[in-house]
DNA sequence: TTTGCTACAATCAAAAATAATCAAAATAAT
DNA sequence: ATTATTTTGATTATTTTTGATTGTAGCAAA
């Protein structure tokens, strides 16, 4: 049989049943556990299917939907992002007053918080403000005019809206990070923002997978000095002697 | 069986029975109380259900409730909306400052409007605030705290926010029109917010269709000599001694 | 309050499932 | 026909899940 085969009977199995144990397959399909396993790890990378443990679970419309929605621009490095998002998530405590930034990044972060936080989010993303309070959190917006392609918002107006909040954390994006220019981004009035936001919080956490290091973009929002990075590989030690690094476990 | 069939087997259970022990699922589910325990904890995390000494009870689903409340309701009456909304969007100007109200009406007239115009928008639903930069429009949204079955943005910061602009003109959605009450809506805050919207403003649009006439409900927001309302279809012409009305042609 | 009972989280060892590896089998290329 | 490549199933070490156990905490009756 070809693997094709088995792919198309898989997933029809799933979209009839929802959920499949490697076990229950493996007999029906009269193969190994060993290729049912290869099977499942092929679909999943296609996006067909959700693995886990034991064996597989049909993928959620909704869940597709909300997914198609959030116009994900950079598929890259997904897996390391959700990581960085789902330790950055365990930073929130029930009094912290969060800003979060927009960005893909710190989408996950939401994603990633718990729903039953008693925390205060502030934030300038449209898609993460939508989250937050799907999730039914306590939520507010910045105002100010948005930005097409990221959702944010930014101007003046949102700057001067930034003014009257104190943060307890600040969890940043970043488009590069280094040891000289510290955290950059291409776009100024979206630097701007960021930096405002940063100098109203107590601590600011930036989340930067390790293609982010070494990176420079044109416009400095934050000093290295002053910031908690939390990332998933840490390929230059020298960055320990400039800024709190917390490399995630995978 | 998988823990993610598990997971669904006691959503469904709580979905129906309200309530659960911890004994009974261990019974019902053929597995430990151990086990049992360690999945009522991860649906608790991911805030499916309140957990309680002895089991776990039903969450007390607001959200869903709302959720299909409104949509059943934007459901209602969607040719009429669409024929304001449609004829709304020819009012707006190249040179003109508008403010969208949130709701379904008004999401409407955003979706009728032209990409080529070069009017600014500043509105309070996060909905429409994405739609109109999807539309390749200058959008500002205004800052605050979102309610979070409407996506509108409210409260003492809100109105703040409002305060910056002068609008030539606003379109408002509305849940009750009546001679003596004028325009109703249930909520306070969102009604505080409409208020100050309606009072920056050189002109304003109420988008109602018939079934809003003769309503009222508990808050007003604004008076009916003030505001130019588009409908369908008026069924009293006594409207038209108190305000100027435009009945739009099917 | 104290007492007794039950439920709980934490811990641990057994069981199950997984990824990684490798040799055999099947397939394709020369 | 022979060689190279891919696919497969078995084996291994590792990880995850599970159920039993234990001490602690919560609850209700005395």
Redesign the interface.
Same mark, same amino acid.
């Given at each position: 049989m070809l693997s094709e085969e088995r792919y198309s009977m898989i997933i029809n199995f799933l979209e009839d049943k929802?959920?499949v *144990?490697v076990t229950e397959l493996a007999k029906w399909l009269g193969t190994s556990e060993s290729t049912v396993r290869r099977d499942l790890n092929a679909l999943h990378d296609m996006g067909k299917l959700n693995k886990?443990? %034991? %064996?597989a *679970?049909a993928i959620d419309e909704k869940v597709n939907a909300i997914e198609e929605d959030v116009q994900s621009k950079s598929l890259k490095n997904v897996e390391e992002k959700k990581l960085l998002a789902r330790y950055a998530a365990t930073l929130v405590n029930d009094d912290d007053v969060v800003y979060v930034d927009a960005g893909t990044t710190t989408l996950m972060f939401v994603e990633a918080l718990?729903?039953?936080t008693r925390a205060l989010f502030v934030t300038n993303g449209?898609?993460h403000? &939508?989250k937050?309070? +799907? &999730?039914?959190l @306590?939520?507010? =917006? =910045? %105002? %100010? +005019?948005?930005?097409?392609s990221t959702?944010a918002?930014i101007g003046a107006?949102a700057i001067n809206?930034l003014r @009257?909040y104190n943060f307890t954390k600040c969890f940043m994006g970043t488009n590069g990070i280094s040891v000289e220019s510290g955290l950059t981004t291409p776009d100024l009035e979206e630097a701007l923002v960021k930096k405002e936001a940063c100098s109203h919080s107590y601590i600011t956490y930036v989340l930067a997978d390790h293609t982010k290091f070494k990176t420079v973009s044109s416009i400095t929002f934050a000093l290295l000095s002053r910031c908690c990075v939390i990332t998933d590989k840490l390929t230059d030690n020298k960055f320990r002697d400039h800024t709190v690094i917390k490399e995630v476990e995978q």
């Amino acid at each position: 049989m070809l693997s094709e085969e088995r792919y198309s009977m898989i997933i029809n199995f799933l979209e009839d049943k929802k959920a499949v *144990t490697v076990t229950e397959l493996a007999k029906w399909l009269g193969t190994s556990e060993s290729t049912v396993r290869r099977d499942l790890n092929a679909l999943h990378d296609m996006g067909k299917l959700n693995k886990v443990h %034991g %064996g597989a *679970t049909a993928i959620d419309e909704k869940v597709n939907a909300i997914e198609e929605d959030v116009q994900s621009k950079s598929l890259k490095n997904v897996e390391e992002k959700k990581l960085l998002a789902r330790y950055a998530a365990t930073l929130v405590n029930d009094d912290d007053v969060v800003y979060v930034d927009a960005g893909t990044t710190t989408l996950m972060f939401v994603e990633a918080l718990s729903p039953n936080t008693r925390a205060l989010f502030v934030t300038n993303g449209i898609a993460h403000a &939508k989250k937050l309070i +799907q &999730k039914g959190l @306590k939520a507010y =917006i =910045i %105002g %100010g +005019q948005i930005k097409l392609s990221t959702e944010a918002v930014i101007g003046a107006e949102a700057i001067n809206s930034l003014r @009257k909040y104190n943060f307890t954390k600040c969890f940043m994006g970043t488009n590069g990070i280094s040891v000289e220019s510290g955290l950059t981004t291409p776009d100024l009035e979206e630097a701007l923002v960021k930096k405002e936001a940063c100098s109203h919080s107590y601590i600011t956490y930036v989340l930067a997978d390790h293609t982010k290091f070494k990176t420079v973009s044109s416009i400095t929002f934050a000093l290295l000095s002053r910031c908690c990075v939390i990332t998933d590989k840490l390929t230059d030690n020298k960055f320990r002697d400039h800024t709190v690094i917390k490399e995630v476990e995978q």
